[in-house]
């Protein structure tokens, strides 16, 4: 039989036993195999990044095309957000039961379903549960692309590998707002789902032909379907409790179920994994003080970054008459700085140690931000200075980034440093979700105030949406000057080599 015949029967057969498919023997033989792995996980890297920032200039126009408030077009974006995070414990976690490589492949393939779903959704709900669709479908691929890297490269040339996607993220989210911004001018709102779907399905076909079969799998490890029953819904009653306290009340019992949802379901998730014989969430590494402390820190400090990508887009597009594409360009500025800066920081981090570095970062937006919200009032000639303030909060947030993962990683035992960079990514996740959350929320109340017109940002005056915006920045510069305080009080970590590796996820 020909080779290409039975690779087909191989992968046929395995598929129906649930067992990982062989990578096509032909490439498994070049002496260049390890990077055609590395290549394949930079496929998932750069979309997944992509497709987080290619939405944020979205939802100005979803206002508008769904004549819908603001604290509604949000969860276009939070949906993502919070799928991904209260599913990449689960998938990271299983795909050591069952093998990484049918999650990841089939990650892409989801992907495309979600990104069809939301190319052809005739109303928003559609819309957001494409979105959530989507979310799962990232968690799959990125819970299990750094694994699937660092087994496929030497020791000595992992953190090459590492650093390699790293910048395949950073390609993907610095090219997100321009190739959103341009799709919008240039084409319907559709086409920003419709694009991604090339890039997902070359992923599925390059993945499914590459990555090798998993190793170190264990099948008689039980899963804690306790934690992922409780985890997923208490994040989901958490988001909506911040996100919706303004559009619904306070006081209204919709709040007030989510917010005892809320208290209920994290108390008792957390009593699990004290319980639990192989817990989702080990509690041994949150017994770390280094570890915890770089965690909180680091979900401060993406709450901030994340919520000023949601912030701008209405600013530059409403209040500054910006097109998608310009506001776009502008926000640009924010990604392209942090990769700039954090190969820096990271090697300085090594040399002097991550504390002056951590807190310096966070010093420096937290100053921008409070500059920003005196500056922005609307008017052309404040333009430039916003400009240059985008791209000195992303020089900080670069500063910072670095430093704080590869202390928080330095902290954690060898044993667990796979599921160290798991929970590094769920904090992170949930701290973007929270961050866009109350972005949201409070620019809804302060319109509101400001305007006594409801809770969308269409006409309404510049000055009064720069001002509404203001006030967000100004708390999104209190998530910053939380992660530098957090940053100073921790005890000095230890210096760790190879903060590239760090960077990614």
Known sequence: MTEPASLRRNIRNAVLRGEEPPPAAALARLPSYRWLVVG?????????QLDASIAQLLLPRLEDVYDARLSTVSWVLIAYLLAMAGFLPIFGRLADIVGRKLFFSGGFLLFVSGALMCGFAPNLTV?????????IAAAMMSSNSVAIVVAAARPQERGKALGIQAAAQAAGLSLGPALGGFLLDAFDWRWVFWAIVPVALLGAVVSWFVVPKSVGVDPDARFDWTGAALLVPGLAALITTINQAHAWGLTSPAIIACAVATVVLLGLFARSQLRAAEPLVDPELFRRPGFAAGNVAAFFSYGMLFGLFFLMPFVLIRAYHDSAFEAGLRLMSVPIALSLAAPVSGSLSDRFGPRALMVGGMVIAVATLVVLSRVMDGSPDSLPWIMAALAV????????????????????PPHLTGEAGSLMNVSRSIGVSVGVAITAGLLSWRIAVLTGQGERTTGIAPDLLAQAGGTVLLVLAGFAALAGLISLLRAQPPRAAGATAALVE
Request: hydrophobic share 55%.
């Open 40 to 48: 394949s996980a930079c496929i998932g890297a750069f979309m997944g």
């Open 393 to 412: 909060v992303g020089a900080g947030q670069g500063l910072f980034t670095a430093p704080n993962n590869a202390s928080l990683m330095a902290a954690a």
């Open 127 to 135: 819309l957001i549960i494409g979105r959530v669709v989507q979310g």
